[in-house]
């Protein structure tokens, strides 16, 4: 006969208790009560704290001024307009046929792409 009984002993005031239940059918159904539960508490979370991710960068969005193209380019009331037209005009009245092509120093054991 052995020592010991393979009956678990619990008192019978803790044998009907909703944990004692939760207990015994967790051992069955390990899913469906810890994994579903855990999983939908997950999911509701993220919809709920949708909402409040999105206000905290909208008011961090109201924070930052959006700066004009003018001051992006950093031209202030006394500075000169720029115009493309005239930036244009002025850059094509150079004289582009007189450039030279020059050839930069590379480094020793760098191909120089002369063949």
Same mark, same amino acid.
């Given at each position: @006969?052995? =020592?010991?009984?393979?009956? /678990?002993? +619990?008192?019978?005031? +803790?044998?009907?208790?909703? !944990?004692?239940?939760?207990r015994r059918t967790l051992s069955r159904h390990p899913f469906l009560l810890f994994g579903l539960p855990f999983?939908? =508490?997950?999911?509701? !979370?993220? #919809? #709920? %704290?949708?909402?409040? =991710?999105? +206000?905290?960068?909208?008011?961090?969005?109201?924070?930052?001024?959006? @700066?004009?193209?003018? $001051?992006? @380019?950093? *031209?202030?009331? &006394?500075?000169?307009?720029?115009? @493309?037209? $005239? $930036?244009?005009?002025? *850059?094509?009245?150079? &004289? %582009?046929?007189?450039? $030279?092509?020059?050839?930069? /120093?590379? #480094? /020793?054991?760098?191909? &120089?792409?002369?063949?």
């Amino acid at each position: @006969m052995p =020592t010991f009984t393979s009956k /678990k002993y +619990l008192p019978s005031t +803790l044998q009907d208790t909703i !944990g004692a239940r939760y207990r015994r059918t967790l051992s069955r159904h390990p899913f469906l009560l810890f994994g579903l539960p855990f999983i939908g =508490t997950i999911l509701a !979370g993220s #919809f #709920f %704290l949708t909402p409040a =991710t999105a +206000l905290r960068y909208e008011r961090h969005d109201r924070k930052i001024q959006r @700066m004009s193209q003018e $001051e992006a @380019m950093g *031209l202030g009331k &006394d500075k000169r307009k720029v115009d @493309m037209n $005239e $930036e244009y005009y002025r *850059l094509a009245a150079k &004289d %582009l046929d007189s450039w $030279e092509q020059k050839r930069i /120093k590379r #480094f /020793k054991g760098e191909p &120089d792409g002369i063949l």
